[in-house]
């Protein structure tokens, strides 16, 4: 499976250096699409809004939290187990680090 590659920064379509969108993946792929799972507010995809985290909800606690990631994680193809790491909450940012295993027993780190 591939998917569009996005920038680092701006979480954009990434163009390559000869104007092509370019491409992810294995794990590449599978470690952005699980970024881009977990980055969905709860309600925000139009077709699905049981889709999500609710991370507007200031009374959800981390364990519900972790609950929620770990269940949008899980939803994308590929992704056998996942297990979230709360390394930073300051200024209204969390910071986490994902660590997923695919299907073949590898592990892939999200946002380390």
């Known amino acids: 499976m591939k998917t569009l590659a996005l920038t680092n920064n701006e979480w954009d379509?990434?163009?390559?250096?000869?104007?092509?969108?370019?491409?992810?993946?294995?794990?590449?792929?599978?470690?952005?699409?699980?970024?881009?799972?977990?980055?969905?507010?709860?309600?925000?995809?139009p077709f699905d809004t049981e889709r999500g985290v609710d991370y507007g909800s200031p009374d959800t606690n981390r364990d519900e939290l972790k609950l929620q990631i770990n269940e949008q994680a899980g939803l994308v193809e590929g992704v056998n187990e996942s297990m979230v790491v709360f390394d930073e909450f300051k200024d209204r940012t969390l910071k986490t680090t994902i660590y997923v295993t695919n299907e073949n027993g590898e592990q892939v780190i999200v946002g380390e």
């Open 13 to 45: 379509l990434y163009v390559d250096d000869f104007g092509n969108l370019a491409i992810k993946d294995n794990n590449d792929r599978l470690a952005q699409d699980v970024a881009s799972s977990v980055r969905v507010w709860l309600g925000e995809c």
